[in-house]
């Protein structure tokens, strides 16, 4: 079960440790990763979809291949296939984005709550750290909402950027 977003955002401030005028400013930006993840976590998940986009787009080519059998005297009275191959193409490329990089952890919204965190903390201007205690895997922690151990995330993240 997921905390509510005011207590993630005393326990994000805490690791900031910010001195007290710049906390109301970095609230601020804590609420608007909070909401962003929030946001994130209601996207389509491609990454799920996967067979179902390879089941698709051997459906539509069935369908060209079956109506190119088909005789032009029939042909004539069916729709034409227009915009059939731009449907294969559009469901090749989500395809594509459900793909993740080799050695790149699955989980999604760990990974934004990685992202998130990271930039947060290169915002505050604090060196990035893949440490159990570090500031980074802890603020990662409170923004996936979860309490295991997330280094090889903060690890992909390092290598991907």
């Known amino acids: 079960m997921r905390a509510p977003d005011d207590e993630r ?10 001195l007290p005028a710049d906390r109301e400013r970095w609230a601020k930006n804590i609420k608007i990763a909070l ?5 994130n976590d209601n996207e ?23 109506h190119a059998a088909l005789g032009l005297s029939i042909q004539r009275f069916l729709p034409p296939l227009e915009g059939v191959s731009d449907t ?11 793909r993740r990089s080799r050695g790149h ?17 290169e915002m505050c201007g604090l060196e990035l ?8 895997h802890l603020l990662s922690q409170i923004f996936a909402d979860a309490n ?14």
């Open 44 to 66: 389509l998940e491609f990454e799920r979809d996967s067979a179902g986009l390879t089941r698709y787009i051997k459906a539509l080519r069935e369908l060209q291949v079956s």
């Open 35 to 39: 909401t962003l993840l929030a946001n």
């Open 105 to 121: 952890p699955a989980n999604k919204r760990t990974r934004s709550a990685v992202d998130g965190a990271r930039i947060l903390l």
């Open 88 to 98: 294969i193409s559009e469901a090749q490329i989500m395809q594509e984005m459900c």
């Open 129 to 136: 750290t893949t440490e159990r205690n570090g500031k980074w």
């Open 148 to 161: 295991r151990d997330l280094r090889h995330h903060l690890t992909a993240s390092l290598a991907q950027k």
């Open 9 to 18: 955002l005393s326990k994000a401030l805490a690791v900031l440790e910010l």
